[in-house]
């Protein structure tokens, strides 16, 4: 049976587990997750004055490792549409001093109350998988990236060299989910639909595909850490003297 990710269900399950939510992306990834988004923003590191956008971004962690990248000199749009996590995000943004040069919104990635050509980089980590509808959140991330701008998708995988994908696996849908159920303690099964979205997901050529039907080109990934994720980048086509 597909993965529910219906926007009322996925919404309501992470208001449940937002207290816990950075320490288990912590623990559970023994870190590396804070390496994934320090390599994102090398990757598509920001440039020049127009503002840069991070959709479904959660408690914020990647919202702020580009506030720290520009040097507070660009402003940056956090989306997310829990309300929850974006609590959080605004007090650690605060703590950060970030909390002026941040702006939280609360919207749906699929109908973004943003400006069109607006955004000159427009990233996400961890949050496009939980898109009711992959296509239609790519298309709003490619609307208000300004022509010539960057998108930068990063995302779980599933590794493909033995015997790590063997382990991995097994650590993915056994060990992972039980010990998010003692630490979240969530009805809403979040540690069980964790592995079953990725799963689920397009991964490699797949989901750049849809990228590339979105709008971006120059499309490349760039596995990280054996696999375990994939960062996805790639530029909004510029229009034409004929467009």
Partial sequence: MPVDKSSDRVRRMFGQIAGRYDFLNHLLSLNIDRYWRRRTVRLVPPKGPLPILDVCTGTGDLALAYDRAAHGQTPIVAADFCHEMLTIGREKARRAVADGRIT?????????????????????????????????????????????????????????????KAVYGWYFRNVLPRIGRIFARNSGGAYEYLPNSVGEFPQGEALLAKMRAAGFADLRCYPLTLGVATLYVGTKARMTNDE
């Fill in 104 to 164: 939280f919104v609360e919207a749906d990635s699929q109908s973004l109350p943003l400006p069109t050509d607006a955004f000159q980089i427009v990233c996400v980590a961890f949050g496009l998988r939980n898109v009711a509808d992959t296509d239609r959140g790519l298309a709003e991330m490619a609307r208000v990236c300004v022509p010539g701008g960057r998108v930068a998708v990063l995302e779980f995988s599933t590794p493909t060299r033995q015997p790590f």
